[in-house]
């Protein structure tokens, strides 16, 4: 019997709203996929610490087509949760997406494709020129991404999207480099890369199809100081050599309002 498995892990806080419709959608596509697919699905819903149902919903969204697994994480923070569940975890593979189910789920299949090809790490980008985005365009949130992106290039070089919430990995791999990952809160991707590239993983991109979906609870007015902290502090950690923090945020600003720069390559 074939056992090789992935384990995709979904981050929740409070997410009753959005958090079943994705779990139907990732169950339609599992019973979607050829009768004796390579690689089994399963998924870890990690709680983090919400106060509404969501464990509860998860747990009933479990079925035969898909194992949901449940775990709580009360240290809040994207980072933490994953890396709780990324801990729990025990397949050859394993990922993460996000609860609101934004990236669209051939970006499995895409990532698997990148693996059985030799990669360590694929990682969904929604700056790839044959990706497909659709999303409400704001200017300000657009070019706080900007700088964002400007200054997660100075960590992790050649990654063009380090934000975009659906990324797979070697599951020995990702374990080992999550045990380093000190960041708990939105920055924790940059710090992961960084700590997969310092392991020597070939880490690629991939087009995604990727849709905007309202309900997120990442409001740059409130957490965007935080998430700048937070990567000025992956910086300092994993730089390979002396260079000032302030050579962090010296970088090549585009103008959010020339018609050349897309919400796709702007969007955080």
Same mark, same amino acid.
């Given at each position: 019997?074939?056992?090789r498995?992935?384990?995709?892990?979904i981050?929740?806080?409070?997410?009753?709203?959005?958090?079943p419709?994705?779990l139907e959608l990732?169950?339609?596509?599992?019973?979607?996929?050829?009768?004796?697919?390579?690689?089994?699905?399963?998924?870890?819903?990690?709680?983090?610490?919400?106060?509404?149902?969501?464990?509860a919903?998860?747990?009933?969204?479990?079925?035969? *087509?898909?194992?949901?697994t449940?775990?709580r994480?009360?240290?809040r @923070?994207? &980072? =933490? !949760? /994953?890396?709780?569940?990324? #801990? %729990?975890s025990?397949?050859?593979?394993?990922?993460?997406?996000?609860?609101d189910?934004a990236?669209?789920?051939?970006?499995?299949?895409?990532?698997?494709?990148c693996l059985a090809?030799?990669a360590?790490?694929?990682?969904?980008?929604?700056?790839?020129? *044959?990706?497909?985005?659709s999303?409400?365009?704001?200017?300000?949130? @657009?070019f &706080? =991404? !900007? /700088?964002?992106?400007g200054? #997660? %290039?100075?960590?992790v070089?050649?990654?063009?999207?380090?934000?975009?919430g659906?990324?797979?990995m070697?599951?020995?791999l990702?374990?080992?480099?999550?045990?380093?990952?000190?960041?708990t809160?939105?920055?924790?991707?940059?710090?992961?890369l960084?700590?997969?590239?310092?392991?020597?993983?070939?880490?690629v991109?991939?087009?995604?199809?990727?849709?905007d979906?309202p309900?997120?609870?990442?409001?740059?007015?409130?957490h965007?100081?935080?998430?700048?902290?937070?990567?000025?502090?992956?910086?300092?950690?994993t730089?390979?050599?002396?260079?000032?923090?302030?050579?962090?945020?010296?970088?090549?600003l585009?103008d959010?309002?020339?018609?050349?720069?897309?919400?796709?390559?702007?969007h955080?």
């Amino acid at each position: 019997m074939n056992d090789r498995r992935l384990q995709i892990v979904i981050p929740a806080y409070n997410e009753s709203s959005r958090l079943p419709r994705t779990l139907e959608l990732l169950r339609r596509h599992v019973v979607s996929r050829p009768p004796s697919p390579s690689v089994r699905l399963e998924t870890i819903v990690v709680d983090n610490a919400s106060t509404d149902d969501t464990a509860a919903l998860a747990r009933a969204a479990s079925s035969p *087509d898909l194992r949901v697994t449940v775990l709580r994480c009360e240290q809040r @923070g994207k &980072g =933490a !949760a /994953v890396a709780a569940g990324v #801990a %729990a975890s025990d397949a050859e593979y394993v990922g993460f997406m996000d609860a609101d189910g934004a990236t669209a789920l051939d970006a499995v299949e895409r990532a698997l494709a990148c693996l059985a090809a030799g990669a360590d790490v694929a990682v969904g980008s929604r700056a790839h020129a *044959d990706s497909v985005i659709s999303a409400r365009h704001l200017v300000v949130r @657009g070019f &706080g =991404a !900007a /700088v964002y992106r400007g200054a #997660a %290039a100075r960590v992790v070089p050649g990654v063009a999207d380090t934000q975009c919430g659906f990324k797979v990995m070697r599951g020995g791999l990702g374990r080992r480099a999550f045990r380093d990952v000190q960041s708990t809160g939105f920055s924790f991707d940059v710090e992961l890369l960084a700590r997969l590239r310092d392991q020597g993983a070939d880490i690629v991109e991939f087009p995604v199809v990727w849709n905007d979906v309202p309900g997120s609870t990442f409001h740059p007015a409130w957490h965007g100081a935080a998430a700048f902290a937070e990567l000025a502090g992956i910086y300092w950690r994993t730089r390979p050599d002396p260079r000032p923090l302030r050579d962090l945020f010296q970088v090549n600003l585009p103008d959010p309002l020339h018609p050349q720069h897309s919400f796709a390559q702007l969007h955080v």
